[in-house]
């Protein structure tokens, strides 16, 4: 990396995490001020309320990284501007390329960045923080690990199951639909109030079954 990049470098990415610092500092404060009656109701720990906020971050994080690069490369930009350094670079036979080089970098580089978080720590953090505000923090009971919502399940047979409820301890799901794929084309379609287990298979209520699989009348 030349001179020129880390300079230019630089000049991005200290406002972008000034940027990334303020607008997470905002975000915190809003959302401490909505949910403190919560917090002083149930005698939270100051422990507690920071591990909530702590998981809550990648989330924040992600929703607030493109606007804070935007505003990172306009600043920039812009003091380069008002200083006349743009000028003297192209004056000096410097391509607007080779100037906006540094800032598709560090825009990929956040790109890379946001990926990682939304695949990676947005989830868990997610997860997280409704372990600790839900049950850990306002005392609501745990959910077994067989009670879903919103389902969705491919089946070895090709078959995809979704449902708006599924009860695993109770053999229940509600809201169902069931669709039937072979090599990649849809056969059957299946809706249903409810579907119950019993025996050893699913029997569904209040639907109806459309096929796919009939050629052209």
């Known amino acids: 990396m030349t001179i020129l990049d880390r300079y230019l470098s630089r000049a991005i990415l200290r406002p972008l995490l000034g940027a990334l610092g303020a607008f997470l500092s905002v975000a ?115 959910r077994s690990e067989t009670q879903r919502r919103d389902l969705n399940y491919l089946g070895e047979d090709g078959r995809f199951f979704l449902a708006r409820k599924f009860d695993g301890d109770r053999g229940e799901m509600t809201e169902v639909v069931v669709q039937q794929f072979a090599e990649g084309t849809l056969t059957y379609r299946l809706d249903a109030a409810s579907a119950t287990w019993e025996g050893d298979h699913w029997v569904f209520h209040d639907g109806y079954l459309r096929r796919f699989n009939e050629g052209p009348s």
């Open 28 to 142: 915190v404060i809003v959302d401490l001020f909505e949910r403190l009656d919560t917090f002083i109701d149930h005698d939270v720990s100051f422990s507690l309320v920071t591990q909530y906020y702590v998981a809550t971050l990648p989330f924040l994080f992600i929703i607030i990284l493109p606007i804070s690069t935007l505003i990172a490369v306009l600043f920039s930009l812009g003091g380069l501007a008002r200083r006349n350094e743009l000028i003297a670079m192209t004056a000096n036979g410097v391509s607007l390329y080779r100037i906006l080089r540094p800032v598709l970098l560090v825009g990929l580089l956040a790109s890379l960045v946001g990926l990682v978080f939304s695949t990676e720590l947005v989830p868990r953090g997610n997860d997280r923080s409704r372990e600790i505000y839900d049950h850990e923090i306002r005392g609501r009971p745990r």
